[in-house]
């Protein structure tokens, strides 16, 4: 009697637990399922960053290249790399093949490179220091059509660069 007892009231339990969570129509289980993550789409670019983009710009221009175009999506993957440098308190291009590839797959780049940089306190001073590095200055001269920058501080007050150029 009493396994009789329990099994029915495990029969009980099992079906009040799985249709007390079910839909009551279609519409209400595309609805749940058919959710859109959101994320941050505009980007709001400091005086540095402005004249970083600028200066860059003028060099480009100056040496016969045509100018690159700010892309949100670019500046918002150049900011999460100066949280994750400002995170581990170095400048690196870690996870860059990442950062890449998210660009290549979702924004339609064909190709992608990076400048990174910390300490400087102008944006005058950054590019001087990336045009002296041969290096930096490829992935200025690069082929590319658009570029995003950010400029963050960590605690301390230091800034950490970090430029992406993209060609689409």
């Known amino acids: ?9 495990t029969f009980i339990l099992c079906t009040v637990i ?30 540095m960053e402005i004249e970083i983009l600028e200066d860059i710009n003028i060099y480009r221009k ?10 949100t999506d670019v500046s918002l993957k150049a900011e999460d790399h100066n949280d994750y440098m400002i995170q581990n308190g170095k400048v690196s291009h870690d996870n860059f093949a990442a950062r890449a590839s ?6 339609g780049a ?23 590095s041969s290096a930096h200055k490829e992935n200025i001269d690069g082929d590319h059509t658009h570029f ?14 970090t430029n992406i150029f993209i060609k689409k």
Do not use: P
Request: hydrophobic share 35%.
């Open 18 to 47: 799985l249709t007390s969570c079910s839909k009551e129509n279609i519409e209400d289980q595309v609805t749940s399922y058919d959710q859109v993550a959101t994320k941050k789409a505009e980007y709001k670019y400091s005086q």
């Open 62 to 71: 100056a040496n016969g290249l045509s100018e690159l175009k700010a892309l």
């Open 148 to 161: 995003g920058i950010s400029v963050r501080q960590d605690s301390e007050g230091k800034n950490y660069f």
């Open 110 to 132: 064909k190709s992608v490179s990076e400048n990174v940089a910390y300490g400087y306190h102008t944006a005058d001073a950054v590019v001087k220091a990336w045009l002296k």
């Open 1 to 9: 009697m009493k396994t009789r007892t329990f099994k029915i009231l």
């Open 102 to 107: 998210y660009l290549m797959n979702e924004i």
